[in-house]
């Protein structure tokens, strides 16, 4: 039944097997996170934060523990399977942004759409591309390699390509820099008057975000 949980957790733990040596390193997490929710996961290093989100994001399968994504179970998917909806749902920025460094800050938001379905003409893509860079404040810079850009540029850059799939869920490793006042701010669309896009409807529920409502530890 909907009632608006996008993502629910039920007793996740995931267990590392190197040789002898077990890590147990998310151990019986449970949780809720409804559509339009801003979640920040904390804890101390090594706590287990970016192997959730690896669960989260369909990287990686839970050892126990059960994930629904969109009420549809996802903890028993296989990899074709897992890249699948990490393609139609969701959207990460990694803390080193992973940019290919010879490749326009364009080409680089334009990459999940070459991989999608979508099937858009090289006119589509790049006004599409266009669009989410202006969108995070790098209209006249689409056609700077990252090397020509500024961290905070090149970061604003992995959001961009993130968001260009429209997806449900953006996640965002370590994203400290990003949230924070200044300059930088400008950069998080979410808390912005965004633009209406070709999806009107997953903007409208992700332009709702605002800063973290809710934290885990
Ligand atoms: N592929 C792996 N194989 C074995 N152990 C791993 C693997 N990945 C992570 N670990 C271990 O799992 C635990 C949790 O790691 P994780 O990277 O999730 O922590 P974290 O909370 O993100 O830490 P940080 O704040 O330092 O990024 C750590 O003890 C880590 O050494
Ligand atoms: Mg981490």
Redesign the pocket.
């Known amino acids: 039944m909907y009632n608006g949980t996008l993502v629910r957790l039920l007793d996740v733990h995931k267990v590392?097997r190197?040789g002898e040596?077990e890590?147990r390193?998310?151990r019986g997490v449970s949780l809720e996170i409804k559509r339009g929710e801003f979640v920040a996961l904390m804890?101390?290093?090594?706590?287990?934060?970016?192997?959730?989100?690896n669960i989260l994001g369909c990287l990686d399968r839970p050892s126990s523990g059960q994930y629904f994504l969109d009420d549809a179970d996802v903890s028993g998917l296989d990899r074709d399977q897992l890249a699948e909806v990490r393609n139609r749902k969701l959207g990460f920025v990694f803390q080193s942004f992973n940019l290919l460094s010879r490749t326009s800050a364009r080409e680089n938001a334009e990459l999940p759409l070459i991989y999608s379905a979508h099937h858009l003409s090289h006119a589509q893509l790049r006004e599409k591309a266009d669009r989410v860079l202006e969108s995070v404040g790098l209209a006249g810079r689409e056609d700077h390699f990252p090397s020509q850009l500024s961290g905070g540029q090149q970061q604003r850059v992995a959001i961009a390509r993130a968001l260009i799939n429209e997806p449900e869920i953006l996640l965002a490793?370590?994203p400290t820099g990003i949230s924070t006042a200044g300059p930088a701010s400008r950069s998080w669309p979410f808390s912005s008057n965004s633009t209406s896009t070709a999806s009107p409807s997953s903007w409208s529920r992700t332009s709702r975000i605002s800063p973290p409502t809710r934290s885990v530890t």
């Open positions: 590392y190197t040596m890590v390193a998310v804890g101390a290093s090594g706590s287990g934060k970016s192997t959730l989100m490793d370590e």
